[in-house]
């Protein structure tokens, strides 16, 4: 059965803090996302992957960098944390390299809160 | 500005009715829609999806309509079961700032009660 993990369910971090978020899938999928889930926003898009070692930035990618130095895995990193980065993160991933009209599979997601 | 609008954020419906769940959208080059259903503490699940050159596709209980003139789908679930309570999100696929992406809208809540 299809897997995407989330390290973390919840995290609590103090402003200014490095923050790692890890994403592991087991699919062998291509693509890797990761999207920003807000109420009366839906999900946005912070930064993608299409390949090892290869990113590129979605809508919102100020503040974060992410890393993909293997295939399976993807990881977001909030370089200094903010408070108006609190917000549900979830990570996804799809199977044919450079499209993305195909349906996402999804992780549980991670609640992160920034005091 | 929000390129996929779900205007309706709750909708509650008895258990056996019709649900009517609506999105719609800004961009004409968006080609494939989808919808996707997100349970509390799980990640959002794939649940049906359109190409533009339908107009309707159905799964089981599961029906989405595309009207490209309008800009408008929308999500019928017939009938309505208590286990459909959920956020349903829209999405629609295009190619924008460089590349092929999904967008989302914000979301629509769905509560069906016995």
């Known amino acids: 059965d299809v897997k995407v993990t989330q390290s973390s369910r919840y995290l609590v971090k103090r402003t200014g803090e490095k923050v790692f978020l890890e994403c592991v899938q087991d699919m062998d999928h291509e693509n890797m996302f990761w999207y920003r889930q807000d109420p009366g926003l839906g999900l946005r898009l912070i930064y993608f992957s299409y390949d090892v070692k290869m990113k590129e930035k979605g809508d919102i990618p100020e503040g974060y960098s992410v890393s993909r130095e293997k295939k399976e895995r993807f990881s977001l990193i909030l370089e200094s944390a903010s408070t108006n980065q609190t917000s549900m993160y979830l990570c996804?991933?799809?199977?044919?390299?450079?499209?993305?009209?195909?349906?996402?599979?999804f992780g549980s997601g991670t609640q992160l809160s920034v005091l | 500005d929000q390129q996929v609008k779900q205007n309706s954020p709750s909708l509650s419906v008895q258990e056996g009715r019709i649900s009517i769940l609506n999105c719609d959208y800004t961009?004409?080059?968006?080609?494939?829609f989808l919808w996707y259903k997100k349970y509390p503490a799980e990640g959002p699940t794939f649940l049906i999806s359109i190409s533009s050159i339908k107009d309707k596709n159905e799964d089981g209980r599961f029906t989405v309509f595309l009207n490209k003139s309008a800009k408008h789908l929308s999500l019928h679930i017939v009938p309505s079961q208590p286990g459909d309570s959920a956020v349903y999100f829209c999405?629609?696929?295009?190619?924008?700032?460089?590349?092929?992406?999904?967008?989302f809208g914000a979301g629509t809540r769905l509560a069906v009660h016995p």
């Open positions: 999405a629609a696929s295009g190619f924008s700032g460089g590349y092929n992406k999904l967008i």
């Open positions: 961009n004409s080059m968006f080609d494939y």
């Open positions: 996804a991933s799809s199977s044919n390299a450079g499209i993305t009209n195909e349906k996402l599979f």
